[in-house]
C-alpha cells in the first residue's frame, strides 16, 4: 500500500510552527503534480493548485535541493529548501519545500552596518584623544594580542610579563593612575604590575 502523504502534514505544521510566522512549508504531491498541503501560507499558493515540479529530476541520489534564493510575489526575499519524500520502495513520491522568508534579516544586517560603518576618512578627533591614555592603552594591548594571535583572558604570566615591557617602553605608564587601569585591563593584580615594571626596568622581578 503506497504511504499517505498526509503522515507528513504533521511534519510542516510543526516546521511551520517553529519557524514562524517566517516560514511556510508547502508539501507537493507528484503522483497527481499538485500542492497537497500549505503550513503558514503566504505565498498565495492554494492546496490542489499545479506544482510545477514535473521538470526536477529525482534521481534516486537526490535527497535534498537547495538552499536557493527565491523572490515571494510581493517581492521579499525567500531562502528555500526542498526535500525529496520517497516510499519504502525509495519511489518520490513528494516533496517537501520550506520558504524561509529572510527580508527582515537582510534589513537588520543594513540597519547594523549602517550603525556601524564610520564615514570615509574618519579618525579620532585629536580634540577627544590626544591625551586620553585610556584609548591608546585599549589599542595597544588589543594590537598586541591581535598580532600574537591570543586574548587578554588567555595571557600567560609570561605573555603579560611580556606586554608589561613593552607597554612601559612606549611609555603607557604616563598617565596618572595608569598602573591600576593596566592591571584592570590585563586582568592581573597591581601589585603584579608593578612587578614586572621592576623587571623591565632592570630590577629584577620577586614573582616565579
Same mark, same amino acid.
Given at each position: 500500500? !503506497? ?6 502534514? !504533521? ?61 515571494? #510575489?510581493? +517581492? ?10 520517497? &516510499? !519504502?520502495? +525509495? *519511489? ?13 534579516? /537582510? ?9 556601524? *560603518?564610520? !564615514?570615509?576618512?574618519? +579618525?579620532?578627533?585629536?580634540?577627544? #584623544? /590626544? ?10 594591548? /588589543? ?8 586574548? @587578554? ?16 617602553? &612606549? ?5 596618572? /593612575? ?6 584592570? @585591563? ?23
Amino acid at each position: 500500500m !503506497p504511504m499517505p502523504l498526509s503522515a507528513f502534514h !504533521p511534519l510542516c505544521d510543526a516546521i511551520a510552527l517553529l519557524l514562524q510566522p517566517q516560514a511556510e512549508v508547502v508539501l507537493h504531491d507528484l503522483a497527481t503534480e499538485t500542492v497537497a498541503h500549505i503550513a503558514n501560507p503566504f505565498s498565495r499558493r492554494d492546496i490542489g493548485e499545479p506544482s510545477l515540479l514535473h521538470e526536477i529530476d529525482f534521481r534516486p541520489d537526490v535527497a535534498v535541493i537547495g538552499p536557493y534564493e527565491k523572490v515571494n #510575489f510581493d +517581492g521579499r526575499r525567500l531562502k528555500s529548501v526542498s526535500a525529496v519524500l520517497r &516510499d !519504502p520502495g +525509495g *519511489r518520490a513520491i513528494g516533496v517537501l519545500c520550506i520558504n524561509l522568508d529572510v527580508t527582515h534579516l /537582510h534589513t537588520a544586517i543594513e540597519l547594523l552596518t549602517n550603525l556601524t *560603518r564610520l !564615514p570615509a576618512g574618519a +579618525g579620532q578627533p585629536a580634540v577627544l #584623544f /590626544h591625551e586620553d591614555w585610556h584609548e591608546r592603552i585599549n589599542q595597544y594591548v /588589543h594590537g598586541w594580542t591581535a598580532r600574537n594571535g591570543t586574548s @587578554v583572558a588567555d595571557l600567560s604570566r609570561a605573555q603579560k610579563r611580556q606586554l608589561v615591557g613593552e607597554l612601559a617602553s &612606549d611609555g603607557a605608564f604616563g598617565g596618572r /593612575h595608569a598602573a591600576a587601569y593596566i592591571s584592570r @585591563v590585563l586582568q592581573m593584580s597591581r601589585a603584579s604590575v608593578y612587578n614586572y615594571l621592576r623587571a623591565a626596568k632592570g630590577g629584577g622581578t620577586t614573582e616565579g
